[in-house]
Nanobody, 129 residues
Framework: QVKLVESGGGSAQSGESLTLSCVAS????????MAWFRQAPGKERETVAS???????KYLDSVEGRFTISVDNAKHTLFLQMNDLKPEDTAKYYC???????????????????????WGQGTQVTVSS
């Protein structure tokens, strides 16, 4: 079992930055595929950013160049640095762990959310103009 706890959400103005953190505990997670998802009211869940076992990263087109996903394996922590925030980034953000290795280099789409086994409780990000 893996427990994921997110933090770092909150309110921001357009153009500001926030950093989300997701601390994993429980079974070992080193090398497991991880991702950040978000869901706004009335909208489908989106894969914001994902990182695979070899460190290959995929971003949602709308956040490419503004968001950065990273992992600190020593601290069992996944990060999402969000710069130049926009009102359309407003959503509840979730971190997820696949519970296994994955290799996505050369694969055009990220691992679907339904495949992820472990999820955090979510953290709200609200961006005002």
């Amino acid at each position: 079992q893996v427990k994921l706890v997110e933090s770092g959400g909150g309110s921001a103005q357009s153009g500001e930055s926030l950093t989300l953190s997701c601390v994993a505990s429980g079974d070992t997670v080193r090398g497991h595929c991880m991702a950040w998802f978000r869901q706004a009211p009335g909208k489908e869940r989106e894969t914001v950013a994902s990182i695979d076992t070899e460190g290959h990263i995929k971003y949602l087109d709308s956040v490419e160049g503004r968001f950065t996903i990273s992992v600190d394996n020593a601290k069992h922590t996944l990060f999402l640095q969000m710069n130049d925030l926009k009102p359309e980034d407003t959503a509840k953000y979730y971190c997820a762990n696949l519970g296994n290795f994955c290799y996505t280099d050369g694969v055009p789409t990220p691992v679907p959310g339904d495949v992820y086994n472990y999820w955090g409780q979510g953290t709200q990000v609200t961006v005002s103009s």
